[in-house]
């Protein structure tokens, strides 16, 4: 039985389909899968709940950026969050669905003179993904989501609960929900900081078009590729197969036509699995 009538057998409500993962990723990659697509938080949970039960492996999809997806159809099945866009202001408090895309979120507070967070603007990447690799500016500016939170609330496999800041295990692109695979974020309190609209405009605008200079977008991406210090100038223009280093942007891989090998044939050439920024779904 599958995987959507053995749900629909238990009750749970299902908006359910079978698409290739290409579509819905920055990378372009990934082969066919079913994808689950709550409604609501609530549908969510309940998804997540009867998945936990059956002792079924699941897969989370956001926005589809920094993720590296298998190209062969994909067995374990998809939830996409991108219907969890709910958000509600507080002053200087914001709680947010994980499904809310970052740079909306960055021109949403921007409405209540709210911000510190423009660096987010660039990020195509939703808050629960911004906050599983916490999310920021590189490593030498010292600017990370996680130094706004107040709170992650989580379905850990067999209840909600919440997280505070302080127990998020942060590091540089790095948290908790990284290393535990139970742990769904649902939605995240930020605490944001009163500033002039005007200025959090000029961020905003600063911030993309440092983006679009810096960044090399003339083939699909998902952005940075690892987490952990190399010697990135030595990679540029390394290429095998259609996947290749850019020569623009240090540790940054472009899919000229890829397939799942090439990238990880890639990658491994450069550095391991456990030093990827990326999130890899090999099955």
């Known amino acids: 039985m599958s995987n959507k009538n053995k749900l629909a057998k ?41 998945f936990h039960q059956q002792n079924q492996c699941y897969h989370v999809l956001g926005n589809g950026s920094n993720l590296l997806v298998n190209d062969d159809q994909l067995e374990i099945p998809v939830v996409h969050t991108k219907l969890l866009n709910g958000i509600r202001f507080s002053p200087p408090f914001v709680e947010v669905e994980a499904g809310y895309l970052m740079p909306k979120l960055v021109n949403d507070a921007c409405s209540f003179h709210l ?14 993904g911004g906050v599983c ?21 989580i379905f850990d496999g067999n209840k909600e609960r919440y997280i505070k800041q302080n127990d998020l295990k942060s590091d540089y692109r790095w948290s908790l929900f990284r290393e535990e695979s139970d742990m769904t974020i649902l939605s995240v309190v930020l605490r944001l900081e009163f500033i002039n609209p005007a200025t959090i405009r000029k961020r905003i605008i600063d911030r993309i078009r440092f983006a679009h200079h810096r960044q090399d977008h003339s083939a699909p991406n998902a952005g940075s590729v690892f987490r952990v210090e190399k010697n990135f100038g030595q990679l540029k223009g390394r290429k095998i197969g259609n996947a290749c280093f850019s020569s623009k942007t240090c540790n940054w ?31």
């Open 10 to 50: 238990n009750g749970t409500r299902l908006n359910v389909r079978e698409c290739d993962l290409k579509e819905l990723t920055t990378l372009q990659l990934g082969g066919r899968a079913e994808i689950y697509t709550p409604q609501d938080l609530n549908q969510f949970v309940d998804l997540l709940k009867a």
């Open 115 to 128: 911000g510190g967070i423009e660096y987010l603007a660039s990020i195509p990447g939703t808050i629960g």
């Open 133 to 153: 690799m916490n999310a920021g500016r590189g490593k030498s500016y010292n600017k990370s989501i996680h130094q706004r939170i107040v709170s992650v609330r």
């Open 253 to 283: 891989i472009l899919n000229e036509g890829a397939s799942f090998k090439d990238m990880m044939d890639l990658i491994l050439s450069a550095g391991t699995i456990t030093d990827l920024e990326w999130v890899v779904w090999s099955e």
